[in-house]
C-alpha cells in the first residue's frame, strides 16, 4: 500500500508539473497530454511485465505493477478531468471541438498504449 501511496504521489506531482508547463494552452490540451502520456507509460509498463525474457519473480512483478502502473499512473492521468473538460466544451455549444477532442484523446490514448506495450515488451 506505501508503494502505490508514493507512487501515486509522484504522478499527482508529475501531473501538476506539466499542466503548469502547458498552462497557456488551450483548454483541454493539457489533460489531452497527460493522459496521452499516461496511456504510453502505461502501455510500456505493463509491456515490460509480461516480457517472456523477464526473469522476474511474481512478488517483484507485482510490485512493480503497482509502483509504475497503480501508483504512478493512476496519479499522473485520469479521464475524469477529460470527461469534464468534454461537458464543459458541449455545454458551451463547441459541438465540433468536444467530438475531435474526445474522439482524438481516445484514439491516440489507445495507440499509446498498444505502442508503449510493443515497446515495453521488447525492451
Request: glycine share 14%; aromatic share 18%; with cysteine.
Amino acid at each position: 500500500m506505501a508503494l502505490v501511496a508514493f507512487s501515486g504521489g509522484f504522478g499527482a506531482v508529475c501531473r501538476f508539473l506539466v499542466e503548469q508547463w502547458l498552462k497557456n494552452t488551450p483548454m483541454g490540451f493539457a489533460t489531452w497530454v497527460i493522459n496521452s502520456l499516461g496511456c504510453f507509460l502505461i502501455g510500456i509498463f505493463a509491456g515490460w511485465i509480461v516480457n517472456i525474457d523477464c526473469n522476474w519473480s511474481q512478488e517483484t512483478r507485482t510490485a512493480f505493477s503497482l509502483l509504475t502502473m497503480t501508483g504512478f499512473c493512476g496519479g499522473f492521468s485520469t479521464f475524469s478531468s477529460f470527461t469534464l473538460d468534454c461537458v464543459k466544451y458541449y455545454e458551451n455549444g463547441h459541438i465540433l471541438t468536444w467530438a475531435i477532442f474526445g474522439t482524438m484523446t481516445v484514439f491516440v490514448g489507445l495507440f499509446g498504449c498498444a505502442v508503449g506495450y510493443y515497446l515495453g515488451k521488447n525492451i
